[in-house]
């Protein structure tokens, strides 16, 4: 609005039936414009007390951890072990053990993320 003000050329927001030549039209669409920006301020504000709820009764935020127990505990005890991601991907690929996508073939950085994944703040190697 504030640029077709400025360039001196007129907006007509034909499926509202807001005609910003007018001073009411300004009007209106000044308190739409209000309205909108409140409500994604609302919207914010319950997504974050939503998350804040689901972190104090300790349920795990983000998508579900695909990779099996098993492999998690396993890759957290070789990497703490000393072991390399490289080193853990090449062994489960070798011992025939799925990704957790369902590849045969591991990769260093899926192992990487899995191990942090379960070693970040709050979570654990289940």
């Known amino acids: 609005m504030e640029r077709a003000n400025g360039q001196g050329w007129s907006l007509v927001v034909l499926d509202l039936g807001v005609d910003l030549t007018t001073a009411s039209g300004r009007l209106i669409a000044q308190v739409m414009s209000s309205f909108a920006e409140y409500e994604r301020a609302q ?9 804040a709820a689901k972190k104090r009764r ?4 983000g998508r579900p951890r695909l990779a099996q127990p ?5 890759t957290v005890f070789d990497r703490d072990a000393g072991q390399t991601y490289e080193r853990i991907a090449r062994a489960l690929t070798a011992e025939g053990i799925l990704s957790p996508l369902g590849k045969a073939t591991w990769q260093a950085s899926t192992v990487r993320r899995i191990y942090t994944s379960a070693t970040s703040v709050g979570q654990e190697a289940s």
């Open 70 to 74: 098993g492999v998690v505990r396993r």
């Open 58 to 61: 300790g349920e795990r935020l």
């Open 43 to 51: 919207c914010s504000e319950r997504t974050k007390a939503a998350l």
